[in-house]
């Protein structure tokens, strides 16, 4: 007990659980207790009253046969019947003319029994029986019975008269007091209870929190490998597991972050180190005069590379940032995908490449022309890189549901299953790309499937390691494009 009610100090969430369920546990047990005692009381109240009518109708019966002339009344017999009854059932009885009159046990001098209020209530109704202090030697509350009942003489003379019987009611004030003392005794026991298990619950609710605490102080350092390990049962699993896949995301962004940053420094670099490095050898003479033209066309080449890779990493951040701005017109995708795969017409040839697919297509959408020709030129540059010698791109175009479905499929090496997640990321490329591809910055795929859902359409990626790769594009024939 001493280990249970010590001085540890408790959350602040603990103490408010503790605090707001403390007085709800308190306020159910003291409402259902009042409801309960009200409810006791009133039946016990119930019972006291029906007893006293019956003993006073039982009594009234046994006058009435007793009963012989008014002017007799009330005669020996009758006084013995009354206290008899007085006796049994520790009532103090008075009995009343039609006058109001009393005759027994005559001039007493209680004059709050039978009041004209009384009487006048007793010809509307049958009983009189109410709670309050009758007799001028009460001490505690009495109940008071008042009936009018009517008597025939020997002579077929009825008489009207009145019967009041006092009797003491402290037993329904000991009865109540019964009640709430027991009500405050499980009160007290409820609190007791309550105590202790609410101490074993915010001790289990305490310990919850520290690990939480701990694990979000090494979040707020930087530090995102760590987890919150809680058993399924414990009350703030939920919130273990929320700030668990939170950390996940955290960590995957700041990866993804220095992954970006990595990329661009290399990227950068590269075509910085060729140009330094050709411009201080024409500059230092180092480059005979006769080979300038050769390296300033290659310094050339690598300040367009340079241009290219900041203008994507320039749009990649407003597609992100949802500043990049669309127009929509009707395009004819088909001739604006065979417009592209002219371009590449050098390279085919080659390559000796197979084009299939291109004859008879005809498809218009409603879309931004400049942006669906940057997909669609940087998924058939991919197709033109990684189709093998002698091998097949074919091309398909059709409606379905309301829905453009543009395909572009090359034989080849293929991806790998766990290359398929990340072909969309910035900077990724495959070994098979690194070996192919010298120039590529690994953005194209990223920017076209911004632009896809741009558009609010899809593109899907499959292949087959060994035998092909086939990119699809699914857009709105007439969709509303995000601004």
Do not use: W
């Not at 008597?151 to 009797?167: H, I, P």
């Not at 490998?225 to 939170?246: D, I, K, Q, W």
């Not at 990049?324 to 604006?336: G, P, R, T």
């Not at 065979?338 to 409603?366: A, N, Y």
């Amino acid at each position: 007990m001493g280990k249970l009610f010590s001085n540890q100090k408790n959350s602040p969430v603990s103490q408010s659980y503790f605090r707001l369920s403390g007085l709800l546990l308190l306020f159910g047990i003291l409402l259902t207790g009042v409801i309960m005692i009200c409810s006791a009381v009133a039946s016990y109240r119930d019972t006291i009253e029906v007893s006293i009518r019956q003993n006073c109708d039982a009594l009234i019966t046994n006058i009435s046969e007793a009963y012989t002339d008014p002017e007799f009344m009330p005669n020996e017999e009758i006084r013995k019947l009354v206290r008899t009854a007085e006796c049994e059932y520790h009532y103090t009885i008075f009995l009343y003319d039609e006058e109001g009159k009393e005759l027994y046990p005559g001039e007493s001098g209680e004059t709050e029994i039978l009041t004209p209020s009384v009487r006048s209530y007793l010809h509307t109704d049958d009983d009189f029986i109410q709670l309050g202090y009758y007799t001028s030697a009460a001490e505690a509350a009495q109940y008071c019975c008042a009936l009018r009942f009517y008597l025939e003489s020997e002579n077929d003379n009825v008489t009207q008269y009145y019967l009041a019987a006092v009797s003491d009611a402290s037993m329904v004030q000991a009865y109540t007091a019964m009640l709430t003392r027991n009500l405050i005794l499980c009160l007290l026991a409820a609190t007791l209870i309550f105590m202790i298990l609410f101490r074993l619950g915010a001790s289990r609710l305490d310990s919850q929190l520290d690990e939480i605490t701990h694990v979000t102080k090494q979040y707020a350092e930087g530090d995102f490998s760590a987890r919150v390990t809680l058993p399924e049962h414990a009350n703030l699993y939920a919130l273990g597991n929320t700030l668990n896949r939170m950390a996940e995301v955290i960590e995957q962004n700041e990866n993804t972050r220095r992954n970006f940053v990595a990329n661009v420094s290399h990227e950068l670099r590269t075509p910085m180190t060729t140009i330094s490095g050709f411009a201080d050898g024409i500059l230092d003479g180092t480059i005979p005069k006769e080979q300038h033209k050769k390296y300033l066309r290659i310094i050339s080449e690598e300040i367009h590379r340079l241009k290219t890779l900041v203008q994507s990493m320039l749009n990649l951040t407003k597609f992100e940032a949802g500043e990049m701005q669309i127009h929509l017109s009707s395009v004819d995708i088909a001739q604006l995908l065979i417009r592209t795969v002219l371009m590449f017409e050098k390279r085919i040839t080659d390559k000796h490449v197979d084009v299939e697919g291109l004859e008879d297509l005809s498809l218009i959408i409603t879309a931004d022309e400049d942006l669906m020709f940057q997909v669609l030129y940087n998924l058939i540059e991919n197709a033109v890189k990684f189709v093998n010698e002698n091998g097949v791109i074919s091309f398909s175009v059709y409606e379905e549901n309301k829905t453009a479905h543009i395909c572009i499929k090359n034989t080849g090496e293929g991806l790998a299953d766990d290359e398929l997640p990340k072909i969309f990321d910035r900077f990724y490329k495959t070994d098979e790309s690194r070996s192919k591809d010298k120039t590529g910055l690994g953005l194209g795929l990223s920017i076209s499937r911004k632009i896809v859902h741009l558009h609010q359409g899809h593109i899907v990626v499959k292949s087959v390691k060994g035998e092909y790769t086939s990119f699809e594009i699914q857009i709105p024939v007439k969709g509303n494009a995000l601004n």
